[in-house]
């Protein structure tokens, strides 16, 4: 039904006021005829006003329920419809599918960049034009240790404590400006964190920080500083004496019967120490890049320790010192003959280095755990507990200038704990000063191994 067909007869009361204002000055049979119009006008203006009523009423319900995201609960065939509001309604379904379609995306946008952010390694959070944290990932809230308090709606100082960073963010916030900055957090586990902040797009106030924790680049940057200073040191010291007694020898002094052989012996042992710590480099250097191919098989552990004890007994013996194997014969590890030997005479050797004369160094051996154990026990010096943790390091000395003196490379320790590493396999230490120290050193044990298990 058209519109303007039912608003017609609202229109009706003016033309009925009018008629009665013309025909009541009219015969009788006039105003009888109509007063029968205005009957049936009045009528008709009724039912036309019910109609529209009802039809708006349900035009409302059915807007309302789509609103609410639901299906029209409106009747679907109603008498006498205007066709403008059937129009009204097919637009509002027309609206509201494109708006569930709408927000179906955004949904599924949202979705996608949660997952994305959450898969990144690095910490992230984006903060509103005033430096509210609004969003944010998983990784931000496992760097900060947060368990349970909520990380949005927080500011930047609540979170990280550095003026720096809370500068940066509203800078990025306040004047568009992006900022590179690097801080540390403290605490048990002190972390050094590359922090880029920028600003959001134009026409999106706000800002982004994203966190790149490079403590372990650091902590390697810095084991690559000392390593080329510690290697220019330690070459540095034969090279000089070396090139200092030839120019000496050269002045003249080969001419002396007394002060040339010593020269000479000097140069020979410095030279000596030289190759040494070249070899010593190039086999830390092997083992680091896994270019050493070990040949596993198994390995009686106590002809190992016999081979390296017979090495070292001279220069044990030579300062009275008493070396006693405790190993099993029947304890067989896996690993490389050639390796277990190196290790167990890098061990030895050092044990007989840093005890002093009349001391002794034991060797026990068992099997613990399901694995092979060896422990090389000495009665020597001992190292304080901060060095525990530093000893395995390529040139780490306890106390440089004693272990100078001793000779060594300073490379020995590091180079058990790569040959163990590459034999699966570990290396543990503990001591006390002045009461000497223990190496354990562990390596996977032999199937037919029958050693009685400690």
Same mark, same amino acid.
């Given at each position: 039904?058209?519109?303007?067909?039912?608003?017609?007869?609202?229109?009706?009361?003016?033309?009925?006021?009018?008629?009665l204002?013309?025909?009541?000055?009219?015969?009788?049979?006039?105003?009888?005829?109509?007063?029968?119009?205005?009957?049936?006008?009045?009528?008709?203006?009724?039912?036309?006003?019910?109609?529209?009523?009802?039809?708006?009423?349900?035009?409302?319900?059915?807007?309302?329920?789509?609103?609410?995201?639901?299906?029209?609960?409106a009747?679907?065939?109603?008498?006498?419809?205007?066709?403008?509001?059937?129009?009204?309604?097919?637009?509002?379904?027309?609206?509201?599918?494109? $708006? &569930?379609? !709408?927000? *179906?995306? %955004?949904?599924?946008?949202?979705?996608?960049?949660? #997952? /994305?952010?959450?898969?990144? +390694? @690095?910490?992230i959070?984006?903060?509103?034009?005033?430096?509210?944290?609004?969003?944010?990932?998983?990784?931000?809230?496992?760097?900060?240790?947060?368990?349970?308090?909520?990380?949005?709606?927080?500011?930047?100082?609540?979170?990280?404590?550095?003026?720096?960073?809370?500068?940066?963010?509203?800078?990025?916030?306040?004047?568009?400006?992006?900022?590179?900055?690097?801080?540390?957090?403290?605490?048990?586990?002190?972390?050094? $964190? &590359?922090? !880029?902040? *920028?600003? %959001?797009?134009?026409?999106l106030?706000?800002?982004? #920080? /994203?966190?790149?924790?490079? +403590? @372990?680049?650091?902590?390697?940057?810095?084991?690559?500083?000392?390593?080329?200073?510690?290697?220019?040191?330690?070459?540095?010291?034969?090279?000089?004496?070396?090139?200092?007694?030839?120019?000496?020898?050269?002045?003249?002094?080969?001419?002396?019967?007394?002060?040339?052989?010593?020269?000479?012996?000097?140069?020979?042992?410095?030279?000596?120490?030289?190759?040494?710590?070249?070899?010593?480099?190039?086999?830390?250097?092997? $083992?680091?890049?896994r270019?050493?191919? %070990?040949?596993?098989?198994?390995?009686?552990?106590?002809?190992?320790?016999?081979?390296?004890?017979?090495?070292?007994?001279?220069?044990?013996?030579?300062?009275?010192?008493v070396?006693?194997?405790?190993?099993?014969?029947?304890?067989?590890a896996?690993?490389?003959?050639?390796?277990?030997?190196?290790?167990?005479l890098?061990?030895?050797?050092?044990?007989?280095?840093?005890?002093?004369?009349?001391?002794?160094?034991?060797v026990?051996?068992?099997?613990?755990?399901?694995?092979?154990?060896?422990?090389?026990?000495?009665?020597?010096?001992?190292?304080?507990?901060?060095? %525990?943790s530093?000893?395995?390091?390529?040139?780490?000395?306890?106390?440089?200038?004693?272990?100078?003196?001793?000779?060594?490379?300073?490379?020995?320790?590091?180079?058990?704990?790569?040959?163990?590493?590459?034999?699966?396999?570990?290396?543990?230490?503990?001591?006390?000063?002045?009461?000497?120290?223990?190496?354990?050193?562990?390596?996977?044990?032999?199937?037919?191994?029958?050693?009685?298990?400690?």
């Amino acid at each position: 039904m058209p519109l303007r067909a039912t608003l017609l007869p609202l229109l009706l009361p003016a033309v009925v006021v009018a008629t009665l204002v013309a025909i009541l000055d009219g015969p009788k049979e006039v105003v009888a005829a109509a007063l029968v119009a205005l009957a049936g006008s009045l009528m008709s203006l009724g039912m036309s006003r019910g109609t529209l009523q009802r039809q708006l009423d349900l035009l409302a319900r059915h807007t309302r329920d789509r609103a609410e995201g639901g299906p029209s609960t409106a009747p679907s065939v109603v008498p006498e419809r205007l066709d403008e509001v059937a129009g009204l309604e097919g637009a509002i379904d027309s609206l509201h599918a494109q $708006l &569930s379609a !709408r927000n *179906t995306a %955004l949904t599924q946008e949202a979705r996608t960049l949660t #997952a /994305v952010m959450d898969g990144m +390694t @690095e910490s992230i959070w984006v903060t509103d034009e005033e430096g509210t944290v609004v969003r944010h990932n998983d990784a931000l809230r496992a760097m900060l240790a947060s368990t349970g308090s909520p990380l949005t709606g927080q500011r930047p100082l609540a979170l990280i404590r550095n003026e720096a960073l809370h500068d940066a963010v509203m800078r990025a916030c306040r004047e568009s400006a992006s900022s590179h900055l690097e801080l540390t957090l403290d605490g048990l586990f002190p972390r050094t $964190l &590359s922090i !880029r902040v *920028t600003p %959001l797009a134009k026409d999106l106030p706000g800002s982004a #920080a /994203v966190f790149h924790d490079v +403590t @372990e680049l650091r902590r390697l940057e810095k084991v690559r500083k000392d390593f080329v200073a510690n290697v220019s040191h330690e070459l540095r010291t034969p090279i000089t004496a070396v090139r200092g007694y030839a120019e000496t020898l050269q002045g003249g002094a080969l001419n002396d019967p007394v002060m040339a052989p010593k020269m000479v012996e000097i140069i020979h042992r410095q030279s000596e120490r030289l190759s040494e710590l070249v070899e010593d480099l190039l086999e830390l250097s092997r $083992l680091e890049s896994r270019e050493v191919s %070990l040949k596993l098989a198994r390995v009686t552990l106590a002809d190992a320790a016999a081979r390296a004890a017979d090495t070292v007994r001279p220069k044990a013996e030579g300062k009275g010192q008493v070396i006693s194997l405790h190993v099993p014969q029947n304890l067989l590890a896996v690993g490389d003959t050639r390796a277990v030997e190196q290790v167990l005479l890098n061990l030895l050797d050092n044990a007989v280095k840093y005890t002093p004369a009349g001391g002794r160094v034991d060797v026990y051996g068992a099997c613990e755990g399901g694995r092979c154990v060896v422990r090389v026990k000495d009665t020597g010096v001992g190292i304080e507990a901060k060095h %525990l943790s530093r000893i395995f390091e390529r040139f780490y000395r306890v106390d440089k200038g004693r272990s100078r003196d001793m000779g060594g490379t300073g490379l020995g320790l590091a180079i058990v704990k790569h040959l163990l590493q590459a034999m699966d396999g570990e290396v543990k230490v503990e001591s006390q000063p002045n009461e000497g120290s223990t190496f354990t050193i562990f390596l996977p044990l032999a199937a037919s191994s029958s050693a009685a298990t400690g």
